[in-house]
Nanobody, 123 residues
Framework: QVQLVESGGGLVQAGGSLRLSCAAS????????MGWFRQAPGKEREFVAA????????YYGDSVKGRLTISRDNAKNMVYLLMSSLKPEDTADYYC????????????????WGQGTQVTVFS
């Protein structure tokens, strides 16, 4: 069973950038799609991004397209989320996910979750 541990969250000013990391253990991730979700206070979990096993293919939630970029390093068993042009509405807990059908965006379709890392964007 895969374990996912996120890191890299913190406080950042609006317009700034941040890179989140997800370290996977328990199995290699090179055959699995990986993704990110987020959950803002008082809101439901929202799909952010996903990438294919090789990282060649990606898809994003509408609210983050063009600003957030998912990538991976299979040799290191790591997944990343580069966040730029951050806005206060990006404030949320960000979760690394795997074990899902390609193209899914509903939280119920993702069966492995990390514990999250908090991102706060202030203006």
């Amino acid at each position: 069973q895969v374990q996912l541990v996120e890191s890299g969250g913190g406080l950042v000013q609006a317009g700034g950038s941040l890179r989140l990391s997800c370290a996977a253990s328990g199995r290699t991730i090179d055959r699995y799609s990986m993704g990110w979700f987020r959950q803002a206070p008082g809101k439901e979990r929202e799909f952010v991004a996903a990438c294919s096993a090789t990282g060649t293919n990606t898809y994003y939630g509408d609210s983050v397209k063009g600003r957030l970029t998912i990538s991976r390093d299979n040799a290191k068993n790591m997944v990343y989320l580069l966040m730029s042009s951050l806005k206060p509405e990006d404030t949320a807990d960000y979760y690394c996910v795997t074990n899902f059908k390609w193209g899914s965006t509903s939280p119920a379709d993702f069966t492995s979750w990390g514990q999250g890392t908090q991102v706060t964007v202030f203006s």
